[in-house]
């Protein structure tokens, strides 16, 4: 599967953006969010798996972003609102979801990553 991220731009404080994680060849069980900002470890955002679509945040977006499948299950979307300066980076798709400090996934692909940046 190769997973292919887009949307990210820059917004003002407050503003949204949503991503899209398009995976060609075949549609993976769940799809990771994970970003990365200057200077700082990659952490797991958000992750949508299984049939019934559980989906997962991290407390630092719980609330404000939300994750969510297109019926074929190709395309993951990640509507990011109310965005906050310390939301910048590198946005990455993944097969792998983070919860906590647990990676997990039998899949292992990345997409390309793209960049959020958030002015205050």
């Known amino acids: 599967v190769q997973l292919q991220a887009s949307g990210g731009g820059l917004v003002h404080s407050g503003g949204s953006l949503r991503l899209s994680c398009a995976a060609s060849?075949?549609?993976?069980?769940?799809i990771g969010w994970f970003r990365q900002a200057p200077g700082k470890q990659r952490e797991g955002v958000s992750c949508?798996?299984?049939?019934?679509?559980?989906?997962y945040y991290a407390e630092s977006v719980k609330g404000r972003f939300t994750i969510s499948r297109d019926n074929a299950g190709n395309t993951v979307y990640l509507q990011m609102k109310s965005l906050k300066p310390e939301d910048t980076a590198v946005y990455y798709c993944?097969?792998?979801?983070?919860?906590?400090?647990?990676?997990?996934?039998?899949?292992?692909?990345w997409g390309q990553g793209t960049l959020v940046t958030v002015s205050s």
């Open positions: 993944s097969t792998k979801c983070q919860f906590g400090t647990v990676l997990v996934g039998n899949l292992d692909a």
């Open positions: 060849g075949f549609a993976p069980d769940q």
């Open positions: 949508i798996s299984g049939n019934d679509e559980t989906t």
